[in-house]
T-cell receptor
Framework: SQTIHQWPATLVQPVGSPLSLECTVE??????LYWYRQAAGRGLQLLFY??????ISSEVPQNLSASRPQDRQFILSSKKLLLSDSGFYLC????????????FGPGTRLTVT | AQTVTQSQPEMSVQEAETVTLSCTYD???????LFWYKQPPSRQMILVIR??????QNATENRFSVNFQKAAKSFSLKISDSQLGDAAMYFC?????????????FGTGTKLQVIP
């Protein structure tokens, strides 16, 4: 069976510090990978998606970047965090194909102070 | 651009009763997929049910069913025999497949409270 992991689960970082959130998927190959952000009381905002190693597309230009160094690894980064980067970050995967739904990881709660 | 609208920020239902959550969407596509996700207090997003636009038959998963009205671009979720564990945020989502990229657009969510 497939599983998706995210770490850390929670993170408190000062403004201006760097960020690295990691997401890994097990039990599948060549998944489509997604990073979402959920602000408090809000819906999900798609940040990045990737259909393969080294292939990253950004939906919202901002202070964040993403990388996919391995087939089942997706990393969300920032060089200098802003207060507005606080939120709940969700990684999701889906099989390549037309009809497969997304499956979400447990999320990372980021607080920028 | 596709949009998904959930007009009910909060809903409540008595335990064992039935509740319907509303969702409308805007698209010019004919082939797409619709989903309902549940996010309990743990914040883990859980897929509840999905509907393919080309299927006229409404999807059903145990106590969860949808009323899909393609012409009206409406996709409501009905929860029958509500249980305390159904209390959560519910998100409606739309996905289209074009150009090899599948983008999912989420609504803003409906918070469901189940009253014992």
């Amino acid at each position: 069976s497939q599983t998706i992991h995210q770490w850390p689960a929670t993170l408190v970082q000062p403004v201006g510090s760097p960020l690295s959130l990691e997401c890994t998927v097990e039990g599948t190959s060549n998944p489509n990978l997604y990073w979402y952000r959920q602000a408090a009381g809000r819906g999900l905002q798609l940040l990045f998606y990737s259909v393969g190693i080294g292939q990253i597309s950004s939906e919202v230009p901002q202070n964040l970047s993403a990388s996919r160094p391995q087939d089942r690894q997706f990393i969300l980064s920032s060089k200098k965090l802003l207060l507005s980067d606080s939120g709940f970050y969700l990684c999701a995967w889906r099989r390549s194909g037309l009809s497969y739904e997304q499956y979400f990881g447990p999320g990372t709660r980021l607080t920028v102070t | 651009a596709q949009t998904v609208t959930q007009s009910q920020p909060e809903m409540s239902v008595q335990e064992a009763e039935t509740v319907t959550l509303s969702c409308t969407y805007d698209t010019s596509e004919s082939d797409y997929y619709l989903f309902w996700y549940k996010q309990p207090p743990s914040r883990q997003m859980i897929l509840v049910i999905r509907q393919e636009a080309y299927k006229q038959q409404n999807a059903t998963e145990n106590r969860f069913s949808v009323n899909f009205q393609k012409a009206a671009k409406s996709f409501s979720l009905k929860i029958s025999d509500s249980q305390l564990g159904d209390a959560a945020m519910y998100f409606c989502a739309y996905r289209e497949d074009s150009g090899g990229y599948q983008k999912v657009t989420f609504g803003t969510g409906t918070k469901l409270q189940v009253i014992p």
